[in-house]
C-alpha cells in the first residue's frame, strides 16, 4: 500500500472555518480514520502531535506493505514491527528483503511511536469494534509493582498531590499492553549548552550588523535592531526562541515601578486579551480574545496554529502564565538589560512605522510582512560567525542558548529555586534542572577545589592508629613512607 502524506484543508461545516492537519493518501484515497481521529483531537492536541501520530502510522503502513504475507495475528504483527523500529530491518549481510532499510531507532522514540499508533488503534476499536493492535492485558506482579512505583514517584513531585486518588490509579495498575517497550536508560540531566557569557555582546553589536552599514554613525542604521531585540527576550528576559514572534506592538510600554526600563507582555497566541484598539458597530473598543482579533481585524491565525511548515507559524508551549488575561512576563535579569532594550525597542518600533504593516506583530521584514522563525534562526547563525564563533547546539551557539544561559545566570546568582520557577515560567520546579545542571567543567573545578581542601587538612585526617593501642603500625610503610616495620605489641 503506497502511501504519501499531504497538509490537508478539511471544510467540516458550512463556515468558512478550515482545519488543517496531516493526511495520508494512500491508492484508495485519504486514510479516513487517521482523519476523523486527528479531526477529534484537533482541540486538545498540537499540530506537532498530529504529524508525529502520521509519522507513526505511515511507518506501520509501509511494514504492513513489505510484510503483508508474514502474520495472520494482527497482534503478532505489530509485536514483530515495535521489534524492527528498534532493530531495524538491515541484516547483517547489509541486505534486506523487505525494501525498508530502516536504522534502528533510540527506545524514547520508539516509546511515543508506539504509544501514538496503541492509543489510534484503541480509538479505531471502541468507534468500530475491532480489536486493537496493542490489546490491554492483566499486568503481571512486577509490571504492577512497577506501575504503583511510578505513580507514587509522580504524586511525591506534585504540586496538587492531594487530590490523587489511589482508588482510580490501582484500576490502571492492573493493567499492561500487551506489546512491551524497552526500558528507557536512565540518564542524569545532561548540562544543556549556553551561549558564552562573554561574546554575548560582541554577538548583540558586532554580529548584528546591516551589511554594507558598518560604518553609519546612526545605530538604527548600522544594527540590525530586530533580531537584537529578539536575542535579548531569549538571553536576558529567558524567553524560548518562538515565543517573540507572538509579540504585539502594543505589548511593550514603560514599567510604570521602572520608567526607564520595558515592560514586556508576552500573551497566549489566542487566549489573550486582545488590544483596545479595534472598535465595534458603536465605535467601543471591542473587548476580546487574541484569536478573534486576528481572525476578524486581520483575517489571521495565531502564529501557532499555522502549520509547522509555514513561514508565519511559531510554536507555544504550554507556560504558566502570570494573569488571567493570560499573558507572562518578561523578567530582565540584570536589570540594566530592560533599560536598554526599551531604548532600541524605540528605534525600532520607528523603523516598524514607516513600513506598510497590516497586522499587529512587533518584528517584521523589510516588507512589513511577519517575521519568519527560519529566518531569524539563519540571521543568528550568520551573526555568530561573523564574531568568529561557530555556530552548533553543543557549544551554546544556536538561539537556544541563551535561556539556558539565562537560567544559569539565575542559578549561579543564588536566586531562590522558586523564584527561577517563576521567572522561567515553569510549572514545576523540576522544569528549571535541565536549564541549571552543571557542566563538566563546573564539576572538575569542583573536585579540583575539594583536592585543594584536602591538601589544606579541610577534610577529616586518616585515623590516628596510636590512639588505638598499636605502636609502630605502618608495616607497609604507607603513613610515613619508610621501609615495612614488624608490630610490636604494646
Given at each position: 500500500m503506497q502511501h504519501t502524506t499531504i497538509r490537508g484543508k478539511v471544510h467540516r461545516d458550512n463556515s468558512g472555518v478550515v482545519t488543517e492537519i496531516p493526511i495520508i493518501v494512500t491508492e484508495h484515497g485519504p486514510l479516513l480514520p487517521l482523519v476523523d481521529y486527528l479531526l477529534a483531537h484537533v482541540q486538545v492536541r498540537s499540530h506537532a502531535w498530529m504529524l508525529k501520530v502520521t509519522q507513526a502510522v505511515g511507518l506501520l503502513l509501509d511494514y504492513m506493505t513489505a510484510n503483508h504475507d508474514c502474520f495472520d495475528d494482527p497482534k503478532d504483527l505489530f509485536e514483530t514491527f515495535t521489534q524492527r523500529l528498534y532493530t531495524g530491518t538491515v541484516g547483517s549481510d547489509g541486505n534486506d528483503p523487505s525494501g525498508l532499510y530502516w536504522q534502528g531507532r533510540n527506545p524514547p522514540v520508539v516509546r511515543v511511536m508506539v504509544m501514538a499508533i496503541s492509543a489510534f488503534s484503541d480509538w479505531m476499536a471502541q468507534k468500530s469494534g475491532l480489536k486493537p493492535l496493542n490489546p490491554w492485558r492483566e499486568a503481571t506482579r512486577s509490571?504492577?509493582?512497577?506501575?504503583?512505583?511510578?505513580?507514587?514517584?509522580?504524586?511525591?513531585?506534585?504540586?496538587?498531590?492531594?487530590?490523587?486518588?489511589?482508588?482510580?490509579?490501582?484500576?490502571?495498575?492492573?493493567?499492561?499492553?500487551?506489546?512491551?517497550?524497552?526500558?528507557?536508560?536512565?540518564?542524569?540531566?545532561?548540562?544543556?549548552?549556553k551561549f558564552p557569557d562573554d561574546r554575548i555582546h560582541d554577538l548583540l553589536f558586532k554580529g548584528f550588523i546591516v551589511p554594507g552599514k558598518q560604518k553609519s554613525p546612526r545605530l538604527e542604521e548600522r544594527l540590525n535592531l530586530r533580531d537584537i531585540l529578539i536575542t535579548m527576550l531569549m538571553h536576558y528576559g529567558g524567553l524560548r526562541m518562538s515565543e517573540p514572534f507572538h509579540l504585539y506592538v502594543h505589548d511593550v510600554i514603560?514599567?510604570?515601578?521602572?520608567?526607564?526600563?520595558?515592560?514586556?507582555?508576552?500573551?497566549?497566541?489566542?487566549?489573550?486579551?486582545?488590544?483596545?484598539?479595534?472598535?465595534?458597530?458603536?465605535?467601543?473598543?471591542?473587548?476580546?480574545?487574541?484569536?478573534?482579533?486576528?481572525?476578524?481585524?486581520?483575517?489571521?491565525?495565531?502564529?501557532n496554529e499555522y502549520a509547522s511548515s509555514d513561514q508565519w507559524h511559531a510554536g507555544w508551549k504550554g507556560n504558566a502564565l502570570d494573569s488571567k488575561s493570560h499573558f507572562m512576563y518578561v523578567n530582565w535579569f540584570p536589570q540594566w538589560a530592560g533599560e536598554l532594550f526599551w531604548k532600541l525597542w524605540v528605534l525600532c518600533m520607528a523603523q516598524r512605522a514607516q513600513l506598510n504593516c497590516d497586522h499587529p506583530f512587533a518584528f517584521v521584514t523589510h516588507e512589513g510582512k511577519p517575521y519568519a522563525l527560519d529566518t531569524f534562526e539563519h540571521q543568528h547563525g550568520r551573526a555568530v560567525e561573523r564574531i568568529g564563533l561557530q555556530v552548533a547546539k553543543a557549544l551554546g551557539t544556536t538561539p537556544h542558548g541563551h535561556r539556558h544561559a539565562y537560567g544559569q545566570a539565575l542559578t549561579n546568582a543564588k536566586i531562590d529555586p522558586i523564584y527561577r520557577k517563576k521567572a522561567l515560567h515553569h510549572k514545576s520546579l523540576e522544569s528549571q534542572v535541565v536549564y541549571t545542571e552543571p557542566d563538566r567543567a563546573l564539576l572538575v573545578r569542583e573536585l579540583e577545589a575539594a583536592a585543594e581542601r584536602e591538601k589544606n587538612a579541610a577534610v577529616l585526617p586518616p585515623p590516628d592508629l596510636l590512639a588505638f593501642g598499636f605502636k609502630d603500625v605502618d608495616p607497609l610503610g604507607l603513613m610515613s613512607g619508610s621501609n615495612p616495620k614488624l608490630l610490636r605489641r604494646s
Open positions: 509490571e504492577e509493582m512497577l506501575a504503583w512505583a511510578a505513580w507514587h514517584q509522580k504524586r511525591d513531585r506534585a504540586f496538587l498531590a492531594h487530590t490523587w486518588n489511589r482508588e482510580t490509579a490501582s484500576l490502571s495498575m492492573t493493567r499492561a499492553r500487551n506489546t512491551l517497550l524497552k526500558r528507557t536508560p536512565v540518564i542524569d540531566h545532561e548540562p544543556v549548552k514603560p514599567d510604570p515601578i521602572h520608567p526607564d526600563r520595558a515592560l514586556v507582555r508576552i500573551y497566549h497566541p489566542s487566549l489573550g486579551t486582545a488590544p483596545l484598539d479595534w472598535p465595534d458597530a458603536k465605535g467601543k473598543p471591542t473587548k476580546c480574545n487574541r484569536l478573534a482579533y486576528l481572525n476578524c481585524k486581520y483575517a489571521m491565525r495565531p502564529r
